[in-house]
């Protein structure tokens, strides 16, 4: 681990066996004590939890990435784990082609981009905007270095 941080991961939090969803209560209910702590870093993107994100984050870490790659490593995951549970999401949560989510993937420009830039652009954060996944692999190795200097 680049950081030495506890990743937390909303999938995991959010859903339950059988893709049950688990409400938005019960998740800002077990983001609290996270949110509580001095250190973490939580991967995810449920607009319902953003605020009390963003509100305690001191850094926000944003891959902008190309729709079409967001898109065409979404295929590549359901390959990848069909069947089977990934390791950032929740047991009893196989991999699975759900079409509602491949179009929230391809209307993020239009519908939760504008909604998430102005929540972003309100916040005291510092942004790290990572366009690629080149940048992405530089920052990282960067943080690795610092990392093990300290």
Not at 95 to 121: D, G, Q, S
Not at 123 to 147: A, F, G, M
């Amino acid at each position: 681990m680049a950081t030495g941080i506890a990743l937390h991961h909303l999938d995991q939090m959010h859903w339950r066996s059988g893709w049950v969803e688990g409400s938005k209560e019960e998740l800002l209910a077990d983001l609290a004590p996270i949110l509580a702590s001095d250190k973490w870093i939580i991967d995810g993107n449920y607009g319902s939890t953003m605020e009390p994100r963003i509100e305690r984050a001191d850094t926000i870490v944003y891959l902008d990435f190309p729709i079409t790659l967001c898109l065409w490593r979404a295929i590549k995951r359901v390959w990848q784990y069909r069947g089977r549970s990934r390791p950032d999401m929740a047991n009893g949560c196989p991999e699975r082609f759900n079409l509602e989510f491949f179009l929230y993937i391809a209307m993020w420009n239009h519908k939760a981009r504008p909604r998430t830039e102005k929540r972003i652009a309100a916040s005291d954060s510092k942004v790290i905007r990572l366009k690629n996944p080149r940048q992405l692999k530089y920052w990282l190795t960067r943080l690795e270095n610092t990392h093990a200097r300290t």
